[in-house]
């Protein structure tokens, strides 16, 4: 699991967890080393055995009715015993305030304090989801992506193939650039892959004899993903003379442990490669929707020579 910052969390969910910092802004560099989070609950009442320390603590209605209910110098005692052990940070949910000894506390073990408006289990719900994403583990690739009618796609191969050639050709037809050259990846708790661009070259195509070309500014923002899921990888080859030319056999390619299915296409002059790919995504969404004409081909030829042999 890759390590985040309780400012990663916040930059990536401050709007969909209504998240915002009470105290301790100069402190969100702190890590998040677990995707759980804790409820202090028993912490509260002095017993740390077993106590998640490397996971945000949230402090609810039930946590925050139990401290008010305690007197002063007994809350802040409590309160200390938590942030001694070096936690992460506090999320307060249901919009509750903070107690003047939170704060305090907060900023003296520099521990940052958040406060979102969800309610608990709500928030502990999506916030998990987040953290599973945030942490996934992420991976770079050289390749090209478009998103085509809903269908996410990896144009891989050699330099100077034609990846990006191909792209603005399908770009000019309608569809949308994700990302040129180099693709970013993670794996989402869904098990899919989402790919989106670096933050340096997004919306940016580097187009040999042209130089760099700024995608929504000549072709509109309609021309434009931030992100989309992997459907299918192409790889853009020379031609070898040994390609499939049925595609009964479908081939996959391991990313980050997900199984993306693989086409090969070569690439030969004259041959209108941005017509190929669109109709290989298309025939994908047909798949997806349990149309395969390769297979019902195939199963076609095999029953009529069954039928053939029988009569015989």
Known sequence: MREITVQQLLDAGADSLKLKVLVGEAYLNRKVQETAMNRPGLALTGFFTYFAHQ????????ELTYLKNLKPVE???????VFKQQIPG?????????????????????????????????????????????????ERMQGTTLELMGIGVLLRGDPGIGKSETALA????????VSDDVT???????????????????YHMEIRGLGIIHVPSLFGVSSIRRQTELDLVIDLTVPTGEEDRTGVSQETVDILGVNVPL???????????????EVAALNQKLKELGHDAAKELDDKIITRLNGVGRGR
């Open 55 to 62: 996971r945000l603590q949230i402090f609810g209605l039930a």
């Open 75 to 81: 809350r802040r005692l409590r309160l200390e015993a």
């Open 90 to 138: 506090i999320i307060l949910t249901r919009k509750r305030r903070a107690t003047s000894e939170i704060l305090e506390l907060a900023a003296a073990y520099q521990v940052p304090v958040l406060r979102t408006s969800m309610v608990t289990m709500d928030f502990v719900n999506a916030c998990t989801v987040m953290l599973d994403e945030l942490t996934a583990p992420t």
């Open 170 to 177: 399908l770009i000019e037809r309608g569809y949308c650039l």
């Open 184 to 202: 970013e990846m993670r794996r989402t708790s869904q098990g899919r892959l989402l790919c989106w661009a670096n933050d340096m070259t997004r």
């Open 263 to 277: 086409i090969t296409l070569p690439v030969r002059s004259g041959r209108d490669m941005a017509n190929i790919v």
